[in-house]
């Protein structure tokens, strides 16, 4: 992740018209003159309302068919969740570390990079589930019929899934390394802390800095600086990354 501030939105982004009168691409060099207006138009509106969503439901309907795309069967569930990742980042960051910034990738790059690691998370979880998951029906020493005994079956080492793996080392947190880091000032806002906050479903920045009087771009940079060399370091250890 970049050294960009949580609350850096995209109005912020856009505040100088493109210098490209002919249409093609905006001062960025990264969204088409026309969506980086449509773009504009419906971050300026209050979220929530009306005119809001109707702005993203066109910038939506202007992308279709322009994401990448694969026949893979968990596919629309993972289009599906990158649609809702987009409304909710695309002006301020709701979920994510920080809203869509037009001069870091195009508005397809940024969708296209989300997409496929929900895609993803979609085939390890299935694959996950084909490792711990043995038939229940055998075939009786007679020959005939089957028998629902799982037990007689020798089953494969139950495979945590990722989430609740990283859950259980921050909550562990063996050496106290987690508990020990904390915000400057704030001894209860620790890393451990934070990072629980962060697992999904995660409690956005938003309500993370109402919650403890801390601003965002603060806690944004002591995730980043603190928090997610340790969760990366914990991915490498287990194979994960």
């Not at 806002?189 to 479903?201: E, H, N």
């Amino acid at each position: 992740m970049g050294s960009f501030p949580a609350q850096h939105t995209v109005l912020q982004h856009m505040n100088t018209p493109p210098d490209n009168p002919d249409g093609q691409a905006s001062q960025t060099g990264k969204l088409p003159e026309a969506l980086f207006r449509l773009v504009q138009e419906t971050c300026a509106e209050p979220p929530g309302s009306a005119r809001r969503q109707r702005g993203l439901t066109k910038i939506i309907r202007g992308l279709n068919g322009q994401l990448w795309h694969t026949y893979d069967p968990y596919y629309a569930d993972a289009l599906q969740q990158t649609w809702i990742y987009f409304c909710r980042n695309l002006c301020e960051a709701a979920t994510a570390d920080r809203a869509y910034d037009p001069q870091v990738a195009k508005l397809t790059t940024w969708l296209n990079a989300y997409l496929k690691r929900r895609l993803q998370d979609f085939q390890i979880a299935e694959i996950r589930h084909r490792q711990t998951t043995v038939s229940n029906m055998v075939r009786g020493k007679d020959g005939e019929g089957y028998l629902d005994r799982i037990d007689t079956i020798a089953a494969a080492p139950d495979i945590p899934p990722l989430l609740e793996h990283v859950r259980a080392w921050a909550e562990a947190d063996e050496d106290g390394s987690l508990r020990a880091m904390h915000i400057t000032n704030h001894p209860t806002v620790t890393a451990q802390l934070l990072i629980l906050k962060r697992l999904p479903p995660e409690t956005s920045w938003k309500a993370l800095a109402e919650e403890f009087g801390i601003s965002i771009g603060t806690l944004s940079s002591f995730y980043q600086r603190k928090c997610q060399p340790r969760l990366r370091a914990f991915g490498q250890s287990q194979g994960y990354l």
